[in-house]
């Protein structure tokens, strides 16, 4: 079953920091980018960032630039967000997705059942 | 930043009838790299048409997209119970991506 799984998220205070996992199975995860989106508590979704599948390319949405780093372990099957310098804005249910690629003109094709940050003090 | 407008904010339809959801672009975006997807609450988003207008495996053939440049167009010909949810649209451009807001789609 192609099944991704996030974890790390938690409590954490203004200006602190925090790292996401995401566990990939079920397919080649070294094949496929990766992506980060997130969703405040009753609002829309918002993609955070994303990594190509050999960490040749990586972006950011304007929102985090500079404060989020995205990574992966292609032999571990897993992505990662370190998520520094944390507001209250970047309270939100964290989701790991995989991009389809170009046979699915990069949409998102699976997605993980997401993280909950919250930013409090 | 191409910015992503859908309409209505809210649907409210019976089951059985049809729903024609919005999506504009502030700018013209590509059709293959426009998307849409399903989210339930409490659930991860799940994805029905990428594309603009090819269903996404297992989506069940009620659910089309269609439009170009900066209007698109997902429909849902016949509701049935478990389509009452939040539909957004997504487009992936210049190494960036945006969704739209979200259109809710409730039983009346």
């Known amino acids: 079953e192609v099944q991704l799984v996030e974890s790390g998220g938690g409590l954490v205070k203004p200006g602190g920091s925090l790292r996401l996992s995401c566990a990939a199975s079920?397919?080649?995860?070294?094949?496929?980018?990766m992506n980060w989106v997130r969703q405040a508590p009753g609002k829309g979704l918002e993609w955070v960032s994303s990594?190509?599948?050999?960490?040749?390319?990586?972006y950011y949405a304007d929102s985090v630039k500079g404060r989020f780093t995205i990574s992966r372990a292609n032999a571990k099957n897993s992505l990662y967000l370190q998520m520094n310098s944390l507001r209250a804005e970047d309270t939100a249910v964290y989701y790991c997705?995989?991009?389809?690629?170009?046979?699915?003109?990069?949409?998102?094709?699976?997605w993980g059942q997401g993280t909950m940050v919250t930013v409090s003090s | 930043e191409i910015v992503l407008t859908q309409s209505p904010g809210t649907l409210s339809l019976s089951p059985g009838e049809r729903a024609t959801l919005s999506c504009r672009a502030s700018?013209?975006?590509?059709?293959?790299?426009l998307a849409w997807y399903q989210q339930k609450p409490g659930q991860a988003p799940r994805i029905l048409i990428y594309?603009?207008?090819s269903r996404a495996t297992g989506i069940p053939d009620r659910f089309s997209g269609s439009g170009s440049g900066t209007d698109f167009t997902l429909t849902i010909s016949r509701l049935e119970p478990e389509d009452f949810a939040v539909y957004y649209c997504?487009?992936?451009?210049?190494?960036?991506?945006?969704f739209g807001p979200g259109t809710k789609v409730d039983i009346k």
């Open positions: 079920g397919f080649t995860f070294s094949s496929y980018s």
């Open positions: 700018q013209s975006v590509s059709s293959s790299y």
């Open positions: 997705a995989r991009g389809g690629g170009v046979s699915k003109r990069y949409a998102f094709d699976i």
């Open positions: 997504q487009q992936y451009g210049s190494s960036s991506f945006t």
């Open positions: 990594i190509s599948s050999s960490s040749s390319y990586i």
């Open positions: 594309g603009a207008s």
